[in-house]
């Protein structure tokens, strides 16, 4: 054969050859997107399911606000028997489950903690629980949806690298943000701040991707909505700063007891009580349904569900409440996280914030009221996650207010700082960390929780 034809032979195998890898590029990334734009349709479903769970609960009260009596250890009875028979791994907020499965290199777990059937189960069963007036929100589980999806894509195209599995996780838990909020750069920081605690450059291009797919999916589906509304207040600086200092401490003080609370209580309740839950989870959920239903009954039915109704009127100063709503909020949210039942902190976190910062309002004058507000949502959620710069943009973007950013990061910061003096760890990361120690010791059930508090929540 001539040399010129063993040339033109060679170069055009390595034509066909780079055609192929092209080919197989460009289909990889086709299911990634279709991955991404498949978290944003799930989560905009998860919303929608959550708004009528919400609106049949508000039918009930209107029947009788003494019904929940009945309804709320009823529903978080069944949703525990449920989970603990049928859909271990679906308890809880979801987020830590995100963490730990991208520090796990053992994918039989991973593969059962981020399972379809977990995600579906995740949502049907926080709807449930907003049905049935449990103090939960639906923002933590669809991180997890997200994961999950995310994760199947992987499998799905055949990834056994767990670096690139990671990256699917952490992007599709950041894309549920983004989704769920339609907030994304909240999105994009929180998966940098929260889930990864770092920025790596070969995975940014993933979840950045993922990030703006699920959040033009959703804007696409519900259009390109605030969470909380529009708001104008600003914070000059000046002596309005002086909201900012109160805030901080006060936000960092409450949500840094609330954070230590919960990481002592998903360490075993001590005592009889502590044997009682062991023994007894689902009576114990019912006896939790009770508290919660008493909880209501005492504040008019202010401490149902994910508290975003309240939060946005507090932020709008459409609705005034009294000072212990966010007191009651916050001890409602307490129990329904002992209760075991699926469902997150996110949503009841920001509705306790801002019922605090419309109670330290009233005793600053000088500052725009509205403001305040904003200053106490943003200092008690950074507080409690325990992350000031999701808390920041997540703030900002669900008021699309740009001009008190810098008051919310100084709050957010401070807030932070008088947190970690109470709670060493961070929520979230403290679960992830419980979760992934009892993976290493029973391997064979990460996934099963040994009490109504195990950390997996």
């Known amino acids: 054969m001539p040399a010129s034809v063993r040339a033109a032979s060679v170069q055009l195998r390595h034509i066909r050859e780079q055609a192929k890898a092209g080919t197989v590029n460009w289909r990889r990334k086709l299911i990634y997107w279709s991955g991404a734009i498949m978290v944003g349709l799930v989560a905009v479903a998860f ?22 009596l009945g309804v709320l250890p009823g529903g978080l009875a069944l949703s525990t028997w449920l989970t603990r028979t049928w859909f271990r791994g679906a308890q809880g907020s979801g987020i830590p489950q995100a963490i730990a499965c991208m520090h796990l290199n053992d994918f039989r777990v991973v593969d059962k903690v981020l399972s379809l059937k977990i995600a579906i189960a995740k949502i049907f069963l926080t709807s449930f629980g907003l049905l049935c007036g449990a103090s939960i929100g639906r923002e933590g589980p669809t991180v997890q949806v997200g994961a999950a999806i995310m994760h199947t894509v992987g499998r799905f195209m055949g990834i056994h690298d767990p670096v690139r599995q990671h990256a699917l996780i952490k992007a599709g838990g950041a894309a549920g943000v983004a989704a769920a909020f339609n907030t994304p750069l909240a999105g994009i920081v929180f998966g940098i701040e929260e889930l990864a605690h770092s920025y790596e450059q070969r995975t940014s291009g993933t979840m950045l991707t993922c990030v703006v797919l699920a959040g033009v999916t959703a804007i696409a589906m519900v259009g390109n909505y605030t969470y909380f509304g529009h708001t104008d207040s600003v914070v000059p600086v000046g002596v309005s700063w002086l909201a900012v200092l109160v805030c901080g401490v006060v936000g960092g003080l409450s949500g840094g007891l609330f954070s230590a609370l919960l990481i002592r209580i998903s360490r075993g309740i001590p005592g009889k009580l502590g044997a009682f839950v062991t023994h007894h989870p689902v009576a114990f959920a019912a006896l939790c349904g009770l508290v919660l239903a008493c909880i209501g009954l005492v504040s008019g039915g202010m401490t149902y569900g994910t508290g975003y109704q309240q939060a946005r009127d507090i932020i709008v100063g459409s609705e005034h409440y009294p000072a212990s709503y966010f007191v009651l909020k916050c001890l409602a949210t307490i129990v329904s996280y002992c209760s075991g039942i699926p469902g997150g902190l996110f949503a009841p976190s ?26 106490g949502t943003v200092a008690y959620f950074a507080a409690v996650t325990q992350s000031p710069l999701t808390a920041t943009v997540i703030v900002m973007e669900m008021c699309d207010n740009q001009q008190v950013t810098l008051a919310l990061l100084a709050s957010a910061f401070l807030a932070f700082a008088v947190s970690r003096t109470l709670c060493s760890h961070a929520l979230y990361g403290a679960l992830a960390v419980k979760f992934l120690r009892s993976t290493n010791h029973k391997p064979g059930s990460s996934t099963r929780p040994s009490t109504a508090t195990d950390t997996a929540r």
């Open 47 to 68: 919303a929608a399911l959550a708004d009528k769970a919400a609106t049949l609960r508000n039918h009930i009260l209107a029947l009788s606000p003494w019904l929940m």
């Open 350 to 375: 920001l509705s306790v914030g801002a019922g605090m910062g419309g109670w330290i309002a009233q005793f600053l004058p000088h500052t725009t009221p509205g403001a305040v507000v904003l200053l």
